[in-house]
């Protein structure tokens, strides 16, 4: 039978329509095995009947409705998603417990949606399981694209972005604009993501970052619809329907295309002795015969797809938090100002070769990180069974860590709600060795293990420089004077501000020549 491709307009049918299929699954269609079988499983919240605990996933903040329970119930639980497991970790303790002891077992994801999609199918890397694809993938990741010395070689590219960045902003404020903060952060972090990965196909002018850019805004806007589409994938599909294929589909193709034609400029155009770029690293792997892993060109597309995805909003949204918080912070501003005035002086812009010299920069960053991480929730799968002398949870239960609640524990962080850069600042080396250990514990906004954020570093480059340039150049005027609001929204696949940050650029030094 053909399956029945489903686009819902309205999702309040559509939710309907997936809880009374979910209700005919359980009852008519699952298997009882498993649930007759007692395990010595996690505490688990009161739930609701059929759905369990689907109602705090539809919340608007999945990670504070989590964190609240967590709080209540103990920071290891066993949710139900009608009849899915799901295990939730909310504390810094319990998060170190399973990331130390657990590593390779929690080292895969489950597959986000449609096979054949470029989003996130059968191709994804993000999603892929710990395994030969993924090794051989993020190999060459790693050691094409981020290791120190390709991230030496970019960037020279990455100052030119931030000059152009800096240009843009005095241009505003030489007009008496205000800026939406998350908007140019968004195109600043885009054009480099472009520029490292895709090199010479993307040049200045010809609009190519650009096209990314609304293709990655185009996908954000259809995570939602992709997750419902995943939790009841299994259950329609008996049935022969598809969710929100089509949409997604289509954002998919227009990936495909434009993806196909830079592949094609590609293996056209590069000649003896050009620097090559990831892609003609991926191509090369591609015709490669006898490589540890046969990828193919959906291969190479799903992963620049990724990269896409995976970089630009998560690092736009903290240069804006950031900002915000240092807005709302005149000392910590003012500090921080002294510092950057100090180390770089008042003649030229900040580099990124500075930033090793900024403690209090850096330290500033990973403060915004810390109270606004940009995934507040990991996802992953274990592959066996997770024992211990407590508590029993079986294979292939989906392991979901609460890092926003992790960076939030009071057991482990001083007045874990306030911004306190300083809590970073460790004053000699010995102390410095000690901080990190103990941090790397309990401070997760790249993730942690083998599925942690590759681009950890250079996560941090993007974030440092924008806000180390915005802060060295400006003065920022917000409407009103008033305080901004920190409050969230889960927009697309990351924590945004609820109220975008909009402010008017005031110049404080230069301008500079670039
Ligand atoms: C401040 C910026 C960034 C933050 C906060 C961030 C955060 C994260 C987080 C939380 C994860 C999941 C980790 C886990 O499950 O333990 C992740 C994975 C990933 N990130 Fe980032 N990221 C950032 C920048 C980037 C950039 C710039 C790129 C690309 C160049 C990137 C590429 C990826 C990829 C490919 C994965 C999947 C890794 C895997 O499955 O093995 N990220 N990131």
Not at 170 to 182: G, M, V, W, Y
Not at 231 to 236: A, D, I, M, N, S
């Amino acid at each position: 039978m053909a399956p029945i491709v489903v686009d819902f307009q309205n999702e309040f049918i559509f939710i309907l329509l997936c809880f009374f299929t979910l209700f005919c699954y359980s009852v008519f269609f699952r298997k009882t095995k498993d649930s007759q079988v007692e395990f010595n499983l996690p505490p688990s919240p009161p739930s609701l009947p059929i759905i369990g605990h689907l109602h705090l996933l539809l919340s608007v903040l999945p990670h504070k409705a989590f964190q609240k329970i967590s709080t209540k119930y103990g920071p290891l639980l066993h949710l139900q998603l009608f009849s899915f497991p799901l295990v939730l970790v909310s504390s810094a303790s319990m998060a170190n417990e399973i990331f130390k002891t657990q590593d390779l077992n929690i080292s895969s994801r489950s597959p986000l949606a449609i096979d054949e999609s470029l989003l996130f199918g059968s191709s994804s890397f993000i999603t892929a399981p710990y395994g030969d694809y993924w090794k051989f993938m993020k190999k060459l990741l790693v050691t094409k694209l981020l290791r120190p010395l390709a991230i030496e070689k970019s960037r020279g590219m990455r100052a030119k972005e931030l000059g152009r960045f800096y240009i843009h902003l005095h241009d505003k404020a030489t007009k008496n604009e205000s800026i939406e903060i998350a908007k140019e952060a968004m195109k600043f972090t885009n054009n480099m993501i472009c520029r490292m990965s895709m090199g010479r196909s993307c040049s200045e002018d010809n609009g190519e970052a650009k096209r990314v850019l609304e293709l990655v805004s185009q996908t954000f806007a259809l995570t939602k619809k992709m997750f419902f589409a995943q939790v009841f994938r299994k259950p329609l599909e008996k049935i022969g329907i598809s969710l929100f294929k089509k949409e997604i589909m289509d954002v998919s193709q227009r990936f495909d295309e434009f993806l196909e034609k830079i592949l094609l400029e590609h293996e056209e155009k590069l000649e003896e002795g050009q620097d090559k770029d990831m892609m003609d690293f991926l191509l090369e792997a591609c015709r490669e015969e006898n490589a540890e892993y046969n990828i193919t060109r959906n291969h190479i597309k799903s992963l620049f797809v990724e990269i896409f995805l995976g970089g630009t909003d998560t690092s736009a949204q903290p240069i804006q938090w950031t900002m915000a918080e240092v807005v709302n912070n005149p000392n910590i501003l003012e500090k921080l100002r002294d510092e950057i005035d100090l180390v770089v002086g008042k003649t030229r812009l900040i580099q990124e070769t500075d930033l090793p010299s900024l403690p209090y920069l850096q330290a500033v960053v990973k403060e915004g990180l810390r109270l606004h991480p940009p995934g507040p929730l990991l996802l992953r799968t274990l592959q066996e069974s997770y024992e211990t002398k407590e508590v029993y949870v079986p294979e292939k239960t989906l392991l979901l860590v609460n890092v926003y609640a992790v960076m939030r524990d009071p057991d482990s962080w001083e007045d874990p709600e306030e911004f306190k850069p300083d809590r970073f600042l460790a004053s000699s080396r010995s102390e410095q060795e000690e901080e990190k250990r103990e941090q790397s514990l309990k401070y997760l906004p790249f993730g942690a293990g083998r599925r942690g954020c590759p681009a950890a570093n250079i996560g941090s480059i993007f974030v440092g420089i924008a806000v180390g340039m915005m802060v060295q150049c400006f003065d920022w005027r917000i409407k009103g004077d008033d305080k901004v609001s920190m409050e969230e929204i889960v927009a697309g696949l990351t924590l945004s501000m609820a109220h975008p940050l909009k402010c008017t650029p005031v110049p404080r030094l230069g301008p500079f020549s670039i």
